[in-house]
Nanobody
Framework: QVQLVESGGGLVQAGGSLILSCAASGRTFSSYNMGWFRQAPGKEREIVAAIRRTDATTYYADFVKGRFTISRDNAKRTVYLQMNSLKPEDTAVYYC?????????????????WGPGTQVTVSA
């Protein structure tokens, strides 16, 4: 079992940057694929980025390619999301999740554990 806690959200102007962190408890962090998802009001939770446990292969949703970077530090049991060139449409609650799926995991149901989320608000 793993517990996740996100941090780093906040209010930023369009074009700005934020770094989200997700700290995990437990000693098996390296055995999980990790993902960042987001949910805007009235919308479903959607994948933003994911990173595989075995070789750190990454996946990005088209709408963040070239702007966001996911990374992980297994020694610190933490996954990061560097967000650059933020847009108002990036406003959402951002969640990190842990998955034991065979693949990298890009769907909500691939993820067994979730953090409580952190709010990101981008002003125009």
């Amino acid at each position: 079992q793993v517990q996740l806690v996100e941090s780093g959200g906040g209010l930023v102007q369009a074009g700005g940057s934020l770094i989200l962190s997700c700290a995990a408890s437990g000693r098996t962090f390296s055995s999980y694929n990790m993902g960042w998802f987001r949910q805007a009001p009235g919308k479903e939770r959607e994948i933003v980025a994911a990173i595989r446990r075995t070789d750190a292969t990454t996946y990005y949703a088209d709408f963040v390619k070239g702007r966001f970077t996911i990374s992980r530090d297994n020694a610190k049991r933490t996954v990061y999301l560097q967000m650059n060139s933020l847009k108002p449409e990036d406003t959402a609650v951002y969640y990190c999740g842990a998955s034991t799926s065979i693949g990298i995991g890009t769907r909500n149901y691939d993820y067994r554990y979730w953090g409580p989320g952190t709010q990101v608000t981008v002003s125009a």
